[in-house]
């Protein structure tokens, strides 16, 4: 029996066949080069060759099939849509309630990772980032954080206020982070020890 990330398995096609309607509603709109970019990571991040290989709109009803925060990310793509056009897609196709993205700009290639109770109110989010679970990326009164390109969040991490985390910079678990963190750097937050 083929894998169910395999073309020939009928899972697959019925997945697909299931998204076919947000497919095309994607496909249509600005948002189909972002979301076949954000699809391709996807497979990349959860290490599934063999859903890298599937046609894309194979891949995708995959992922919105199996992946809540996923769709979420796509309704977030649809944004500029009519309201009742997405209220309906919102409906058959169910976002993650626990995951809010209010971000300005989010560069192509986002993958969030388990999504419960995670925030991105970035003023901007570059591409191909990862975002674990409980992240909150939020403003202060005085602003809001500006995430590069490649950047990755660990759980639990908190990226807060007017401030930069420059490209292919790493923010540990549990990390909390208020300064500018340059390129390539890597922050953690105080390691447990044993008393």
Do not use: K
């Given at each position: 029996m083929p894998a169910v990330e395999s073309a020939r398995h009928p899972a697959t096609w019925l997945v697909a066949a299931w998204?076919?309607?947000?497919?095309?509603?994607?496909?249509?709109?600005?948002?189909?080069p972002?979301?076949?970019?954000?699809?391709?990571?996807?497979?990349q991040?959860?290490?599934?060759?063999?859903?890298?290989r599937l046609p894309a709109s194979a891949r995708f009803g995959w992922l919105v099939a199996r992946h809540p925060e996923f769709r979420s990310l796509v309704h977030y793509r649809l944004t500029p849509l009519p309201w009742a056009v997405r209220l309906l897609l919102r409906a058959v196709y169910r976002p993650l309630p626990t995951l809010h993205l209010n971000c300005a700009v989010i560069g192509p290639g986002l993958f969030i990772e388990?999504?419960?109770?995670?925030?991105?109110?970035?003023?901007?989010?570059?591409?191909?980032?990862r975002v674990n679970q409980q992240v909150t990326i939020g403003h202060t009164s005085r602003g809001q954080p500006v995430i590069g390109d490649r950047v990755s969040i660990g759980a639990g991490a908190v990226v807060i206020g007017p401030m930069t985390v420059g490209d292919d910079a790493r923010i540990?678990?549990?990390?909390?982070?208020?300064?500018?963190?340059?390129?390539?750097?890597?922050?953690?937050?105080?390691?447990?020890v044993a008393r």
């Open positions: 998204a076919w309607p947000l497919w095309q509603v994607v496909q249509a709109s600005a948002a189909g972002y979301t076949r970019r954000d699809a391709v990571w996807w497979a991040c959860l290490d599934r060759p063999q859903l890298e388990h999504g419960f109770a995670t925030t991105l109110t970035a003023r901007t989010v570059g591409r191909d980032c540990g678990a549990n990390a909390t982070v208020v300064r500018d963190v340059p390129p390539g750097a890597v922050m953690l937050a105080p390691p447990a």
